[in-house]
């Protein structure tokens, strides 16, 4: 069955001396893996940078673990992510995220539309330090564990359990300055992101959390390796 779709870069691994397996978050499939024959070559490998937007074009075969592209291109001109140092080191973060995140994901036009629409947008304007932070909140939503708002009036939030609540019942509880800051993020779009006023000791906080709530409601959501790198970057 022939495939026209657009497809987003998750990761790229060498394989033998110039080929290339990519992993891409396929709109009209899900996540899919492909072999690029000469890949690592430079007139290729610049298509298969981390969260690149490709239109592509293959012959798909559910028996097939690895696929090969008929065509692909390019779908949209990113001019920023890959040149500015710190969209590059947020951008490494965050693919290693989707990456974790959509191991098994089937097809979803509303989560692979609001991903691609959050890379073009993060290309277009400057740089904010809080972009990713929000980009992850949002991004629940798509996975079915956004926070619940209702009783945001209470003194704690409960990571475990995704509420807010009056007792001090799990052992992860949020509370003061942390969930004043997690209040801060919760129905922030992209175009609000300069209304965010945190610290880096608060930003660094808030990312921890944010992480946290990810191992609590995603299986096998373990470490970050990138996150180290990031923090020094801002």
Not at 141 to 167: A, E, I, M, S
Not at 196 to 220: A, E, G, P, W
Request: charged residues 25%; aromatic residues 16%; contains cysteine.
């Amino acid at each position: 069955m022939i495939i026209s779709s657009s497809a987003i870069v998750l990761s790229k691994l060498k394989y033998r001396d110039n080929d290339l397996i990519i992993k891409l978050f396929v709109r009209e499939l899900g996540l899919t893996s492909f072999i690029v024959r000469g890949g690592s070559k430079k007139n290729k490998i610049n298509y298969f940078q981390q969260l690149s937007l490709l239109e592509i074009e293959f012959d798909f075969n559910s028996k097939r673990n690895l696929h090969y592209f008929k065509d692909f291109e390019s779908k949209y001109n990113l001019k920023t992510i890959h040149t500015d140092f710190k969209k590059i080191g947020v951008i490494i973060f965050l693919s290693e995220v989707l990456s974790k995140i959509l191991i098994h994901q089937q097809k979803d036009y509303h989560l692979y539309d609001f991903i691609e629409e959050a890379i073009k947008y993060y290309d277009k304007y400057v740089f904010s330090s809080t972009f990713h932070i929000v980009f992850l909140i949002n991004l629940s939503k798509f996975l079915g564990f956004y926070p619940d708002v209702k009783n945001n009036n209470h003194r704690y939030f409960d990571l475990q359990h995704g509420f807010y609540t009056d007792t001090k019942d799990s052992d992860y509880i949020i509370y003061d300055d942390d969930l004043k800051c997690f209040n801060k993020i919760l129905g922030i779009n992209f175009d609000d992101l300069n209304t965010l006023t945190l610290t880096f000791v608060q930003r660094k906080k808030l990312l921890d959390n944010i992480i946290l709530y990810y191992r609590l409601h995603i299986v096998n959501f373990v470490s970050v390796k990138s996150l180290e790198v990031l923090r020094k970057l801002f």
